[in-house]
């Protein structure tokens, strides 16, 4: 049966436009981007045999070009699309820190860098530079490394500060392990950044570490 045919307040999008989008389950979320089905299956009907072809969501979300073509119904036009809905969440969380809800919004700062990180294959060092106000000036990613470590250069880091005139900043990096629990290089390379940036008045507000679908922060811990 043609979603068309179902009564009304159980297609996706009516259910959508009346309770909001957080009541749909994945897969009819995922077939309202689908638009249509294949011959033989709705676009819900569609969704839900990938979502088991491809194990989950966030799965389907990540798959490279040619991984998400190979699934009968999807294609590089379908891809394109997708690519262009993530950027654009990613955008819409980066211009909410703009407007400077960074420090008052703790959960925000950390889906921002959750939404940065969490599914890179390799290490990235990242920075929130703050205004003497804690609004950010800009997110930066200075070093990436490989799967388990990235080198990163105080010296470095410092001078990305000063060039912008940060008052404070933001540290962050991913573990591609998804297991957010810092290391001791970790708290070793935030003791020396932490050291240097004092030496020039600028303030370490928090070191996150971004794990699979969750951060740990080093201020939370009373680590600086």
Same mark, same amino acid.
């Given at each position: 049966?043609?979603?068309?045919?179902?009564?009304?307040?159980?297609?996706?999008?009516?259910?959508?436009?009346?309770?909001?989008?957080?009541?749909?389950?994945?897969?009819?979320? #995922?077939?309202?981007?689908?638009?249509?089905?294949?011959?033989?299956?709705?676009?819900?009907?569609?969704?839900?045999?990938?979502?088991?072809?491809?194990?989950?969501?966030?799965?389907?979300?990540?798959?490279? #070009?040619?991984?998400?073509?190979?699934?009968?119904?999807?294609?590089?036009?379908?891809?394109?699309?997708?690519?262009?809905?993530?950027?654009?969440?990613?955008?819409?969380?980066?211009?909410?820190l703009e407007r400077g809800?960074?420090?008052?919004?703790?959960? #925000?700062?950390?889906?921002?860098? #959750?939404?940065?990180?969490?599914?890179?294959?390799?290490e990235v060092f990242a920075?929130?530079?703050?205004?003497?106000?804690?609004?950010?000036?800009?997110?930066?990613?200075?070093?990436?490394?490989?799967?388990?470590?990235?080198?990163?250069?105080?010296?470095?880091?410092?001078?990305?500060?000063?060039?912008?005139?940060?008052?404070?900043?933001?540290?962050?990096?991913?573990?591609?392990?998804?297991?957010?629990?810092?290391?001791?290089?970790?708290?070793?390379?935030?003791?020396?950044?932490?050291?240097?940036?004092?030496?020039?008045?600028?303030?370490?507000?928090?070191?996150?570490?971004?794990?699979?679908?969750?951060?740990?922060?080093?201020?939370?811990?009373?680590?600086?």
């Amino acid at each position: 049966m043609a979603i068309s045919d179902w009564p009304e307040m159980e297609r996706p999008r009516e259910k959508l436009l009346t309770h909001g989008a957080q009541v749909l389950s994945d897969a009819e979320l #995922l077939a309202i981007f689908l638009r249509t089905g294949v011959k033989g299956k709705s676009a819900v009907d569609l969704a839900r045999e990938l979502l088991s072809d491809f194990g989950n969501l966030r799965s389907l979300l990540t798959a490279d #070009l040619n991984t998400f073509c190979q699934s009968h119904g999807l294609g590089s036009a379908k891809f394109a699309q997708l690519q262009a809905v993530l950027e654009m969440a990613k955008r819409h969380l980066a211009q909410e820190l703009e407007r400077g809800d960074a420090l008052t919004s703790p959960q #925000l700062t950390q889906r921002y860098l #959750l939404s940065q990180l969490r599914d890179r294959s390799h290490e990235v060092f990242a920075c929130l530079f703050l205004d003497n106000q804690h609004r950010v000036i800009r997110y930066q990613e200075l070093f990436h490394g490989t799967l388990d470590g990235a080198a990163v250069y105080p010296r470095e880091v410092v001078k990305q500060a000063l060039s912008v005139g940060a008052a404070a900043v933001i540290l962050a990096h991913n573990h591609p392990s998804g297991v957010a629990e810092p290391s001791r290089s970790d708290r070793a390379i935030t003791d020396r950044l932490a050291e240097a940036f004092g030496l020039m008045d600028i303030r370490v507000l928090d070191h996150l570490v971004v794990g699979d679908g969750y951060c740990v922060s080093f201020a939370e811990r009373g680590w600086l």
